[in-house]
């Protein structure tokens, strides 16, 4: 008799943690997406009044925000946070602002001149139509693919990142640049292959992919960020542009990797993928060099106090490593590090207080430190990334948010 109630206490005690345990998850989710309603509201609010249709990147050295024209890299992450604002609460009031500012984006689907169009039409468009079902979206997430296919240099076989004939690109030497995050325009074509049935996006994406592992990764499945190729697809010069040095492991760089192969092996199931995804998530995991392990700006820059850190690196290496483990069989502890990194961004260290950080939900992200832009600030990439890391972990955890 005593032992049954020995073995029944015990079976309560358990059952009360794991109760415990779910409320505190549960209250994880609310309070984080309750913070960005608030700052997504501030920073909506803010444009509407203005009357102007505008797109908020980050803020400058005085504390302004900094809106970007409709080309820049980073026009797709403002819709793309409202689209999350509706998949994440449901509520209907933030549809119609992200179908506006969405909308603005249109003639995107038309740019040619650089690689970043997955990113900017697959945060915005490509999420309304994930999201709400936006057929009308379709022709220009297709436009957008075939756009994106136009820089497939078959030689080297790649799609080319930035255009080499001038600016400042022009003045490296290069002929055709690839850069690590090339690796997360890939999903768009992956997209558009089941969208039109047409498998030519899929492969072009995956020779990219090829490549790239072939040609961008040491032995120790860190990265450079830059490949620049020769006419006859030989490699010309591996370098930097964003990181501390040539070859140093710029943290952005090794978190669009682990993203951009995960996707790659989802989408392929090809284990070759799913290796490299690994590799680099271990490799991040075993190189992170700060306590929270936020990482610092780049993986070999100094460990001071005063080194920024790049939250952003943080959030999409979350949402990534949230993925992975879902598709490996080796994905607790994918999953653990990725939990222990959404909680630590959520943590007042890098998440701002409501009204504050104009509007941006988390801080402390640095965009090109070698360049002497976006250190230590909030960035509208960092947020989209994050809120992505919290749908995944919800979704996992079987949690839903409750909109009062
Ligand atoms: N794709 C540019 C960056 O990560 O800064």
């Known amino acids: 008799m005593k032992t049954v109630l020995t073995t029944l206490g015990i079976s309560l005690l358990v059952l009360a943690g794991c109760a415990g345990q779910k409320q505190a998850e549960s209250n994880f989710i609310q309070e984080n997406i309750d913070n960005a309603v608030a700052q997504e509201t501030i920073q909506t609010d803010i444009i509407e009044k203005s009357g102007k249709i505008l797109n908020p990147r980050t803020i400058d050295k005085d504390g302004n925000i900094v809106y970007v024209p409709i080309d820049d890299w980073c026009s797709g992450f403002f819709p793309g946070n409202i689209w999350h604002m509706y998949e994440l609460t449901g509520d209907q009031?933030?549809?119609?602002?992200?179908?506006?500012?969405?909308?603005?984006?249109?003639?995107?689907?038309?740019?040619?001149?650089?690689?970043?169009?997955?990113?900017?039409?697959?945060?915005?468009?490509?999420?309304?139509?994930?999201?709400?079902?936006?057929?009308?979206?379709?022709?220009?997430?297709?436009?957008?693919?075939?756009?994106?296919?136009?820089?497939?240099?078959?030689?080297?076989?790649?799609?080319?990142?930035?255009?080499?004939?001038?600016?400042?690109?022009?003045?490296?030497?290069?002929?055709?640049?690839?850069?690590?995050?090339?690796?997360?325009?890939?999903?768009?074509?992956?997209?558009?292959s089941h969208l039109t049935g047409d498998d030519k996006y899929k492969r072009l994406a995956l020779k990219h992919a090829d490549t790239t592992m072939q040609n961008h990764f040491r032995s120790d499945y860190s990265?450079?960020?830059?490949?620049?190729?020769?006419?006859?697809?030989?490699?010309?010069?591996?370098?930097?542009?964003?990181?501390?040095?040539?070859?140093?492991?710029?943290?952005?760089?090794?978190?669009?990797?682990?993203?951009?192969?995960?996707?790659?092996?989802?989408?392929?199931?090809?284990?070759?993928?799913?290796?490299?995804?690994?590799?680099?998530?271990?490799?991040?995991?075993?190189?992170?060099?700060?306590?929270?392990?936020?990482?610092?700006?780049?993986?070999?820059?100094?460990?001071?106090?005063e080194t920024p850190r790049d939250a952003s690196a943080a959030a999409i290496t979350a949402s990534a490593l949230i993925e992975l483990s879902t598709l490996t069989t080796d994905g607790q502890k994918y999953f653990d590090y990725a939990e222990n990194l959404l909680k630590n961004l959520s943590s007042s260290s890098y998440l701002a207080k409501p009204g504050e950080n104009q509007g941006f939900i988390l801080m402390h992200s640095t965009g090109s430190l070698p360049n002497g832009s976006e250190i230590d600030t909030p960035i509208n990439y960092a947020d989209y990334y994050y809120l992505e890391a919290l749908k995944r972990y919800m979704d996992v955890k079987g949690l839903t948010y409750n909109s009062l």
Request: charged share 25%.
């Open 93 to 192: 009031k933030w549809l119609p602002l992200a179908e506006k500012y969405t909308e603005d984006l249109d003639s995107v689907q038309y740019l040619t001149w650089h690689h970043d169009v997955g990113f900017m039409i697959g945060s915005s468009y490509l999420n309304g139509y994930r999201f709400a079902g936006k057929e009308e979206y379709k022709p220009v997430i297709i436009q957008t693919a075939k756009s994106l296919s136009t820089r497939f240099r078959p030689a080297a076989g790649v799609l080319q990142s930035w255009d080499a004939d001038k600016g400042w690109q022009a003045e490296r030497g290069w002929k055709c640049p690839v850069i690590i995050d090339n690796m997360m325009n890939l999903d768009l074509l992956f997209y558009v």
């Open 223 to 305: 990265s450079w960020h830059v490949v620049s190729y020769n006419d006859d697809g030989t490699v010309g010069v591996k370098c930097t542009h964003q990181g501390k040095n040539d070859d140093s492991s710029w943290a952005r760089g090794q978190a669009w990797g682990v993203y951009g192969y995960t996707s790659c092996f989802r989408e392929s199931k090809d284990v070759r993928y799913l290796k490299q995804a690994e590799g680099i998530a271990d490799m991040i995991m075993n190189r992170v060099k700060t306590k929270d392990l936020i990482p610092l700006w780049d993986y070999d820059a100094p460990v001071t106090a």
